[in-house]
Protein backbone atom coordinates (compact mmCIF):
# COMPACT_ATOMS: atom_id res chain seq x y z
CA UNK A 1 0.00 0.00 0.00
CA UNK A 2 0.91 3.71 -0.89
CA UNK A 3 0.35 6.43 1.75
CA UNK A 4 -2.09 7.55 -1.12
CA UNK A 5 -3.85 4.74 -0.97
CA UNK A 6 -3.32 4.39 3.40
CA UNK A 7 -4.60 8.48 3.26
CA UNK A 8 -8.67 7.39 0.80
CA UNK A 9 -8.85 3.90 3.64
CA UNK A 10 -8.06 6.51 6.67
CA UNK A 11 -10.53 8.68 4.92
CA UNK A 12 -12.97 6.04 4.12
CA UNK A 13 -13.37 7.28 0.77
CA UNK A 14 -14.24 5.67 -2.17
CA UNK A 15 -12.11 4.89 -4.79
CA UNK A 16 -11.41 2.40 -7.23
CA UNK A 17 -7.13 0.89 -7.60
CA UNK A 18 -5.80 0.51 -10.79
CA UNK A 19 -2.63 -1.04 -12.40
CA UNK A 20 -0.79 -1.10 -15.32
CA UNK A 21 2.79 -2.01 -16.21
CA UNK A 22 5.09 0.84 -16.47
CA UNK A 23 7.27 1.43 -19.29
CA UNK A 24 10.96 2.52 -18.11
CA UNK A 25 10.95 4.26 -21.39
CA UNK A 26 7.57 6.57 -20.84
CA UNK A 27 8.22 9.76 -21.40
CA UNK A 28 4.99 11.37 -20.40
CA UNK A 29 3.83 9.06 -17.47
CA UNK A 30 0.25 10.47 -17.46
CA UNK A 31 -0.05 9.43 -21.09
CA UNK A 32 1.23 6.55 -20.33
CA UNK A 33 -1.45 5.78 -17.53
CA UNK A 34 -4.46 7.03 -19.61
CA UNK A 35 -3.29 4.87 -22.86
CA UNK A 36 -2.46 1.55 -20.90
CA UNK A 37 -5.73 1.87 -18.85
CA UNK A 38 -7.67 3.09 -21.82
CA UNK A 39 -8.96 6.06 -20.08
CA UNK A 40 -9.79 8.58 -21.66
CA UNK A 41 -7.28 11.38 -21.20
CA UNK A 42 -9.39 14.38 -20.10
CA UNK A 43 -10.11 11.95 -17.05
CA UNK A 44 -6.34 11.50 -16.25
CA UNK A 45 -4.86 14.16 -13.91
CA UNK A 46 -1.34 14.71 -13.39
CA UNK A 47 -0.18 15.85 -10.65
CA UNK A 48 2.13 18.99 -10.27
CA UNK A 49 4.85 20.69 -7.53
CA UNK A 50 5.51 24.24 -8.64
CA UNK A 51 7.59 26.96 -6.69
CA UNK A 52 5.51 30.40 -5.95
CA UNK A 53 7.62 33.59 -5.70
CA UNK A 54 10.47 31.58 -5.37
CA UNK A 55 9.87 29.87 -2.11
CA UNK A 56 6.45 28.09 -1.07
CA UNK A 57 5.30 24.86 -2.92
CA UNK A 58 1.92 24.18 -4.24
CA UNK A 59 0.49 21.20 -5.83
CA UNK A 60 -1.65 21.70 -9.34
CA UNK A 61 -3.58 18.84 -10.74
CA UNK A 62 -4.44 19.35 -13.98
CA UNK A 63 -5.25 16.91 -16.80
CA UNK A 64 -2.41 14.43 -18.28
CA UNK A 65 -2.75 15.84 -22.22
CA UNK A 66 -2.76 19.95 -20.62
CA UNK A 67 0.15 22.20 -19.84
CA UNK A 68 0.11 24.02 -16.72
CA UNK A 69 -0.37 27.99 -16.95
CA UNK A 70 1.73 29.31 -14.53
CA UNK A 71 0.23 32.78 -14.42
CA UNK A 72 -3.06 31.44 -13.97
CA UNK A 73 -1.52 29.14 -11.08
CA UNK A 74 0.41 31.91 -9.97
CA UNK A 75 -3.00 34.19 -10.02
CA UNK A 76 -4.85 31.72 -8.02
CA UNK A 77 -2.59 31.45 -5.39
CA UNK A 78 -2.24 34.93 -4.37
CA UNK A 79 1.27 35.72 -5.85
CA UNK A 80 3.14 37.31 -9.07
CA UNK A 81 5.24 34.21 -9.97
CA UNK A 82 5.18 30.84 -9.98
CA UNK A 83 7.50 27.57 -11.78
CA UNK A 84 7.95 24.30 -11.50
CA UNK A 85 10.01 22.82 -8.82
CA UNK A 86 12.88 21.09 -9.41
CA UNK A 87 12.78 16.91 -8.84
CA UNK A 88 14.80 16.85 -5.81
CA UNK A 89 12.29 19.52 -4.37
CA UNK A 90 9.47 17.95 -5.38
CA UNK A 91 10.40 14.41 -4.60
CA UNK A 92 11.65 15.90 -1.24
CA UNK A 93 8.67 17.45 0.01
CA UNK A 94 6.08 14.71 -1.49
CA UNK A 95 7.89 11.64 -0.56
CA UNK A 96 7.36 10.50 -3.99
CA UNK A 97 9.07 9.81 -7.56
CA UNK A 98 8.36 11.84 -10.31
CA UNK A 99 6.24 9.90 -12.74
CA UNK A 100 4.31 8.63 -9.54
CA UNK A 101 3.16 11.61 -7.63
CA UNK A 102 0.02 11.66 -5.76
CA UNK A 103 -2.25 14.50 -4.58
CA UNK A 104 -2.63 12.47 -1.76
CA UNK A 105 -0.36 10.99 1.32
CA UNK A 106 2.22 13.59 0.83
CA UNK A 107 4.78 13.87 3.15
CA UNK A 108 4.27 17.08 3.95
CA UNK A 109 0.40 18.83 2.79
CA UNK A 110 0.76 20.98 0.37
CA UNK A 111 -1.87 24.20 -0.62
CA UNK A 112 -3.30 22.58 -3.85
CA UNK A 113 -5.18 23.52 -6.83
CA UNK A 114 -7.53 21.22 -9.26
CA UNK A 115 -7.95 21.94 -12.40
CA UNK A 116 -11.50 23.28 -13.18
CA UNK A 117 -12.64 20.91 -15.56
CA UNK A 118 -12.32 18.32 -13.07
CA UNK A 119 -15.37 19.78 -11.21
CA UNK A 120 -18.19 18.44 -13.41
CA UNK A 121 -16.71 15.15 -14.05
CA UNK A 122 -18.40 12.28 -12.37
CA UNK A 123 -15.00 10.31 -11.62
CA UNK A 124 -11.23 11.45 -12.19
CA UNK A 125 -7.88 9.34 -12.21
CA UNK A 126 -5.10 10.23 -10.25
CA UNK A 127 -1.48 8.37 -9.68
CA UNK A 128 -1.29 6.45 -6.94
CA UNK A 129 1.86 6.73 -5.42
CA UNK A 130 3.89 4.88 -7.68
CA UNK A 131 4.33 4.74 -11.58
CA UNK A 132 1.87 2.15 -13.06
CA UNK A 133 -1.17 2.65 -10.20
CA UNK A 134 -3.70 4.95 -10.70
CA UNK A 135 -6.56 5.90 -7.94
CA UNK A 136 -10.16 6.55 -9.43
CA UNK A 137 -12.29 8.74 -7.33
CA UNK A 138 -14.39 11.79 -7.37
CA UNK A 139 -13.27 15.39 -7.82
CA UNK A 140 -15.14 16.10 -4.82
CA UNK A 141 -13.35 13.36 -2.53
CA UNK A 142 -10.20 14.87 -4.26
CA UNK A 143 -11.02 18.64 -3.43
CA UNK A 144 -12.22 17.24 0.66
CA UNK A 145 -9.06 15.40 1.01
CA UNK A 146 -6.64 17.79 -0.14
CA UNK A 147 -8.54 20.79 0.69
CA UNK A 148 -7.88 22.40 -2.73
CA UNK A 149 -9.56 24.95 -4.40
CA UNK A 150 -11.17 24.08 -8.40
CA UNK A 151 -9.51 27.17 -10.69
CA UNK A 152 -8.53 27.52 -14.16
CA UNK A 153 -4.85 26.29 -14.63
CA UNK A 154 -4.80 25.31 -18.01
CA UNK A 155 -5.28 27.55 -21.28
Known amino acids: MTPAINS ?3 AKQAYRILEYHHDANAGAYGIEAATKLSLDPSLVFKTLVAKLDNEKLVVAIIP ?3 KLNMKLLAKAAGVKKAAMA ?3 EVERSTGY ?5 SPLGQKRPLA ?3 DISAESLEQIYVSGGKRGLDIELTPASLQQLTKANFTPLTV
Not at 97 to 101: E, F, H, P, R, T
Open 112 to 114: TFI
Open 97 to 101: VLGGV
Open 8 to 10: LKR
Open 64 to 66: VAE
Open 86 to 88: SAQ
